[in-house]
């Protein structure tokens, strides 16, 4: 069957009014915490100075600033991102789950299926990100891989390739739909957050930025992402349960 935008919007936000109480502890724990290390302590990956005119000389100081970071901060860059994924995971489970779980069964729940869990993020990222760099086809490869992980969650047993294909049949005729969605919560986020990024930018570049000023203008930025994430958790959910039937 087909979806409509306004459809898997209005569900997503229903869900989230019903159970917000519960969705904001298990969003704050699992999606704005690793948001709020990131932003606070790790700087931007390095991209390619402008400034420098000679290719040669640009790409070798491109490469030495991203080994440089990748030494310094892959590690939390990288335990972040699982901590998110497993935010994603029991938020999924506690709607798409057979067995219909609490929290404490949900938690048990997305720790079962982890490891295929973050495979099958790692394998859509891997495309997406690519895509991103011409923006369109990135969010369409978002669009048609969005119901991966809710696949994990609700059909059992189900593996990391075989979920993302399971994603491309059930969004097959929803890809332009979907690509919507995703590109409107994804530019309400960067609306959203971007001037608190901004800010952080300037302040810190003074040399000697108020931490306590830091701290607030990073938390606000991390919230915005946070709301992005759990919007985007929500909206998948909604989307398999239309799509799955």
Request: charged share 10%.
């Given at each position: 069957m087909r979806i409509n935008f306004a459809g898997v919007v209005v569900d997503a936000w229903g869900r989230f009014r019903r159970d917000s109480d519960l969705l904001l502890r298990i969003a704050a724990a699992f999606m704005f915490l690793p948001a709020f290390g990131l932003t606070l302590f790790v700087p931007p990956m390095p991209m390619p100075d402008a400034a420098i005119a000679d290719r040669e000389a640009q790409a070798q100081q491109w490469a030495d600033a991203l080994t440089s970071w990748i030494g310094d901060y892959s590690i939390?860059?990288?335990?972040?991102?699982?901590?998110?994924?497993?935010?994603?995971?029991?938020?999924?489970?506690?709607?798409?789950?057979?067995?219909?779980?609490?929290l404490r069964e949900a938690l048990r729940r997305a720790l079962s299926i982890y490891p295929r869990?973050?495979?099958?993020?790692?394998?859509?990222?891997?495309?997406?990100?690519?895509?991103?760099?011409?923006?369109?086809?990135?969010?369409y490869i978002l669009g048609r891989t969005m119901l991966t992980a809710p696949v994990l969650l609700a059909e059992p047993g189900t593996g990391?390739?075989?979920?993302?294909?399971?994603?491309?049949?059930?969004?097959?005729?929803?890809?332009?739909?979907?690509?919507g969605v995703a590109a409107f919560v994804y530019l309400v986020g960067l609306l959203g957050g971007q001037p608190f990024m901004l800010l952080d930018a300037w302040m810190r570049s003074t040399g000697?930025?108020?931490?306590?000023?830091?701290?607030?203008?990073?938390?606000?930025?991390?919230?915005?992402?946070?709301?992005?994430?759990?919007?985007?958790?929500?909206?998948?959910?909604?989307?398999?349960?239309?799509?799955?039937?």
């Open positions: 939390g860059f990288g335990l972040a991102h699982l901590l998110v994924y497993f935010g994603v995971a029991v938020v999924m489970a506690l709607y798409l789950d057979p067995a219909r779980p609490d869990f973050v495979l099958a993020m790692i394998l859509v990222s891997i495309p997406t990100g690519l895509g991103m760099w011409l923006v369109i086809p990135g969010l990391a390739w075989t979920a993302i294909r399971r994603s491309l049949s059930l969004t097959r005729g929803s890809g332009l739909t979907l690509m000697a930025p108020n931490p306590v000023a830091v701290a607030v203008v990073d938390a606000a930025a991390s919230a915005v992402a946070m709301v992005t994430q759990l919007a985007l958790a929500l909206i998948a959910v909604s989307a398999y349960r239309r799509l799955a039937k």
